[in-house]
T-cell receptor, first 114, second 112 residues
């Protein structure tokens, strides 16, 4: 099956710093990538949808200036959490779609902001 | 508001029993339906998807879709302790650029 990687798997940072998370499709070209956030004991909440070479589409309530998404190629999307604060601590998960029905999920990145 | 609702949990079944997980959705434009399993601290993994009315079987898992009732379910036969996880129902709406809307999930515990 298709494989999606995320890096880093876990990050701890101080409040006010920026954190970049990479999402890569390893064996297929991802026409669309999605970024989700999941708080403890809650479901996945879609943050944004990104297509290669175009601006990301953010869901209502998600600050696009705080969560910067870049989809530079068909195999790489990055999420940068700018000026992170403790309330941004969460499990961030990306997924990629190859124009089929299925989304392939990355293993997730656990962000802890002190 | 496009909503996906799952039966409230947690659900507990003995090993070997059938576990039944239910999901309803509000948008009649929903096109395809997915069941994901998520272990604690891990990302979701796809169990199966369905897009036609009726049943779809894959090993111990059967997905059932009834578009008229806006209802999709997942049956797990011969439940195993390793099936203990949170099960997420997700719906893709036609024309939504493959976006998925997730339910809140149902925590299943299979007791040995």
């Amino acid at each position: 099956g298709a494989v999606v990687s995320q890096h880093p798997s876990r990050v701890i940072c101080k409040s006010g710093t920026s954190v970049k998370i990479e999402c890569r499709s390893l064996d297929f070209q991802a026409t669309t990538m999605f970024w989700y956030r999941q708080f403890p004991k809650q479901s996945l909440m879609l943050m944004a949808t990104s297509n290669e070479g175009s601006k990301a589409t953010y869901e209502q309530g998600v600050e696009k200036d705080k969560f910067l998404i870049n989809h530079a190629s068909l195999t790489l999307s990055t999420l940068t959490v700018t000026s992170a604060h403790p309330e941004d601590s969460s499990f961030y998960i990306c997924s990629a779609n190859d124009s089929g029905y299925e989304q392939f999920f990355g293993p997730g990145t656990r962000l802890t902001v002190l | 508001q496009k909503e996906v609702e799952q039966n409230s949990g947690p659900l507990s079944v003995p090993e070997g029993a059938i576990a039944s997980l239910n999901c309803t959705y509000s948008d009649r434009g929903s096109q395809s339906f997915f069941w994901y399993r998520q272990y604690s601290g891990k990302s979701p993994e796809l169990i199966m998807f369905i897009y036609s009315n009726g049943d779809k079987e894959d090993g111990r898992f059967t997905a059932q879709l009834n578009k008229a009732s806006q209802y999709v379910s997942l049956l797990i036969r011969d439940s195993q302790p390793s099936d203990s996880a949170t099960y997420l129902c997700a719906v893709n709406i036609r024309g939504s650029n493959y976006k998925l809307t997730f339910g809140k999930g149902t925590l299943l515990t299979v007791n040995p």
